[in-house]
Structure formats: C-alpha cells, structure tokens
C-alpha cells in the first residue's frame, strides 16, 4: 500500500498502520536549504522538490503546499510583509470599503497560480503514489487575513455583528471554493482549510456566524475529495449554554480534523466518534524545545500513538506545524517520532 493508498485508507476505517503525516513546512525549505520567504514561498518548484525529498527522507506520507495564510487575501489586494520569518500581511483591507472592491480574478494573481502550479508540479512527479494535500483558508481565518482579527472581534460590538460577519464570509465563499476547485483540477487529492483562530471566537459566535458557511465551503469540496480542517488552539471549549465547540467542528463534517496540542486526543475521539478522522497532535513546545529531552519527546510521541490509535480514524502529527529551528533538533525528532509511530502504529 502506497503513500496516498495508506492516507485515505485512514479517513474512513482502521488502515494497516497508522499514516505518518506530521505538517511540514519551513523544515522542507531547510532540508533543501532554501530561504523559506524569498525561494520556497514563491518559487512552486522549489516548492515541491523540497517537500518531495524532505518526505521521502523522512518516510513522510503525504506532500503539501501550504506556505502561508495570506494567497487568497493577496488576490483580495492585501499587501504581503517579506520580512518576517513567513510572509504575513503589511497592510489589512477596510471592513465599511470591502463591499465596493471587485472580485478577484484568481488566475490573474500571481501568488494563487503559484500554488496551483505547486500541486500540478507535485502531480506530475509522485501522483498516484503519494498523497497531495492543496490548502486554502477556511471562512473566519480568511476575513481575519483580510481585516485583522481584532477588527473582525470589534464588530460584536454591534447589535447586528452576526449579521455583519456573516455577510464578510458570504461574499468570500466563492472565492474559496474556486481556488480549491483549481487546485483539484490539478491533482489535490486533499484539501487542507486552516482556521488559525477559531478558538479565539469560541463556540457561541463559531455556531452562529461561521459553521453554517464553512459546512457549505466543505460540502462543495468533499463532493470531489475529503477536507482536512486545520483548527489551532484548544478548540475544546463548552460554554455555559452547553455549546461543545469540538462537537460544532466536527458537525462541519470534514473528513479529517487536524486538533492542537491543547486538545485532550482522548476526549475528543470520544466526542468525535466515527465522524471524522482525526490528525494530531503531539505538543510542538516539547518537540520544538531544548529544555525538553529525548526521553520528554518519546514519552510525548508514545502518548500521541497510544491515544490515537484505538478504532483506527487516526494519522499521526504533531499539533501544528512541526517545529523547524535548530535544524539539528527538528530532525532528530521527526525521525524519532517516525521510529515510534512504526513501531507502534500497526493494526
């Protein structure tokens, strides 16, 4: 069973072992050893030969292209700040002007056709035998890449903030189900949607203005191949209302949901059962620290697996991105987690 086999055997049932598919992104261009903003982030095949031979190295079961969270907010006119260690926005839109911009042309956007084109570069050297994850931002992670999520907060100040936010999320809708269409149309044999701030929202206001929108975005995309939602945080809150914001996530009935490190992988399998598979999510402080030790990163990886494993419906990653710097530590703790996850991630 190969790469891509192996990964979607794992959505719906109990695969032959558990796929290995830690998020890699600014390890693949050191691994390379290519500047992360200026070469990997803008040259697609960079891209895609630092990510193949960072997971060929590391028996890695899946290849991605996510780089950033700022593609389609570019296309919408946000500026893009080079200068930090990932590219971020320079400059955010106004919320009372967004009605009178135009939509955007995606394929007149340089940095959209860039991951197209990393996906179709991915496709075209391993499709078939590994699994393409493309990416795309969910709906309240997008409006706060296009206004700032403190402006986005500002707004339930008002009476009619349910209102206000899910109009900012209607008309962005589109043009998140186009760049994933495009990325499909190209070999993206799974989508990846990142929602970096959910869990600053909580799960009253997720309920109310972003899980219908986001189940529509999810509906579309799984009409063609599964979602991987990629929630940061410790999105396991309930409120006093008894709103369960782990069950509200899990009602957006993507395929796989990618839980932080702050998320209990007991609980929430429990909570979760059958609906999704579940990604996750050893602690990237313990693996991306010096004052942790190798028997701190064993313990915390036997823990992940241990937890993760029972009823299959599980692949194994850290809780985030895998930690990157030093180089030295970060491989070495990939390769750890990979020792264990094949020692004990057989069914």
Same mark, same amino acid.
């Given at each position: ?146 206004? @700032?999520?403190?402006?986005?907060? #500002? &707004? ?8 206000? !936010?899910? $109009? *900012? ?69 309930? @409120?006093?209302?008894?709103?369960? #914001? &782990? ?8 395929? !796989?949901? $990618? *839980? ?88």
């Amino acid at each position: 069973m190969n790469s891509l086999d192996l990964t979607l055997s794992a959505i719906k049932g109990i695969p032959e072992k558990i796929p290995f598919n830690p998020f890699i992104m600014h390890l693949a261009a050191s691994f390379l050893g290519v500047d992360y903003n200026r070469e990997y982030c803008k040259n697609p095949e960079i891209l895609a030969n630092a990510q193949i031979k960072c997971t060929n190295f590391f028996g890695i079961d899946h290849v991605n292209v996510s780089t950033d969270a700022y593609r389609e907010a570019n296309a919408w006119g946000v500026e893009i700040n080079w200068n930090s260690h990932t590219p971020v926005a320079k400059t955010y839109l106004k919320i009372d002007e967004f009605d009178s911009l135009e939509i955007p042309d995606l394929n007149s956007n340089k940095r959209i056709i860039n991951r197209v084109n990393a996906v179709k570069l991915l496709s075209e050297k391993v499709g078939g035998e590994q699994c393409i994850i493309g990416w795309i931002e969910a709906p309240f992670a997008e409006i706060c890449c296009l206004f @700032d999520l403190v402006n986005v907060l #500002m &707004l339930c100040k008002n009476q009619d903030w349910e209102k206000r !936010i899910r $109009d *900012l999320i209607n008309r962005i809708l589109p043009i998140q189900k186009e760049f994933a269409k495009m990325q499909i149309e190209v070999g993206a044999n799974i989508i990846g949607a990142g929602d970096s701030a959910i869990s600053q929202i909580g799960p009253m206001r997720y309920e109310k203005c972003c899980l219908k929108a986001t189940k529509e975005l999810f509906d579309e995309i799984q009409s063609k191949v599964p979602v991987l939602y990629h929630i940061c945080g410790d999105n396991s809150m309930i @409120d006093k209302e008894g709103r369960d #914001m &782990l069950k509200l996530i899990s009602n957006t009935n993507a395929a !796989i949901l $990618d *839980l932080d490190y702050q998320v209990d992988l007991k609980l929430a399998k429990e909570k979760i059962g059958t609906n999704n598979c579940i990604r996750g999510n050893t602690n990237t402080q313990i693996l991306g620290s010096t004052t942790y030790s190798i028997s701190d990163v064993i313990s915390e990886v036997e823990k992940t697996i241990e937890l993760g494993k029972p009823g299959g419906m599980f692949m194994y990653a850290a809780g985030c991105e895998w930690p990157w710097e030093p180089f030295s530590m970060a491989s070495r703790n990939l390769g750890i987690a990979k020792t264990l996850v094949e020692k004990f991630g057989k069914y």
